[in-house]
């Protein structure tokens, strides 16, 4: 048997597909960005972080590397993520013994 497709039975037309977002642009501080030592500030690259910090984002600074930019420009360097000051959260680390 073969049958002939009636009218009703025809797929609609599949609507226009929405494309995609365009790409995030880059960071600002992609190109400034610090070769990658584990526990080194992105920032400055010092390792151990200096009075360590961390942002909303979960990245961790140096206070005194990323309190300016924080009030000069009211997002994470690295996330572009917008944060407060008064979003910092100061870390205290306590796993190290004291120094002899």
Not at 15 to 30: D, F, V
Not at 33 to 47: D, F, H, K, M, T
Not at 83 to 99: K, V
Request: a neutral charge; one cysteine or more; glycine letters at 4%.
């Amino acid at each position: 048997l073969e049958s002939w497709p009636a009218p009703q039975h025809t797929p609609l037309p599949l609507p226009s597909l929405i494309p995609p977002p365009p790409p995030p642009p880059p960071l600002a501080y992609a190109a400034k960005r610090v070769e990658e030592v584990p526990g080194a500030c992105q920032l400055c690259g010092i390792a151990p972080i200096m009075d360590p910090t961390a942002a909303p984002s979960g990245f961790v600074f140096c206070a005194q590397c990323i309190v300016p930019v924080i009030k000069r420009e009211g997002r994470c360097p690295l996330t572009n993520m917008m944060i407060t000051p008064s979003q910092l959260i100061r870390l205290f680390e306590t796993s190290r013994p004291p120094d002899q």
